[in-house]
């Protein structure tokens, strides 16, 4: 299973971007799917997960900022980030989890990150 995240760049404060991670290769099914992101210097840190009924969970520091989706037919999440502080700034990392049948979760498998840079 690969994991190709995309939509990261430059962008100002207060500005808005979108990220993608499409998962792709044999798997039976996705089930959780995350971002994560690592500023320089610091640990990877949890941002949102997104389960496969839709249920969601964010980090304090981006609740009410960021939205997380996905499109389960499309094996794709999405992280919507509006209203941008230079602090977002980070590699930003998604995650999947897979399921080798309906009952057997198998390994979970990381992106390539994507760089995120908000300017002042």
């Known amino acids: 299973v690969q994991l190709q995240a995309s939509g990261g760049g430059l962008v100002q404060a207060g500005g808005s971007l979108r990220l993608s991670c499409a998962a792709s290769g044999s798997v039976f099914s996705i089930g959780w799917m995350g971002w994560y992101r690592q500023a320089p210097g610091k640990e990877r840190e949890l941002v949102a997960t997104?389960?496969?009924?839709?249920?969601?969970r964010y980090a304090p520091s981006v609740k009410g900022r960021f939205t997380i989706s996905r499109e389960n037919a499309k094996n794709t999440v999405y992280l919507r980030m509006n209203s941008l502080k230079p602090e977002d700034t980070a590699v930003y990392y998604c995650k999947a989890e897979t399921y080798s049948d309906p009952w057997t979760t198998g390994p979970e498998y990381w992106g390539q990150g994507t760089l995120v840079t908000v300017s002042s």
């Open positions: 997104i389960f496969r009924d839709g249920d969601t």
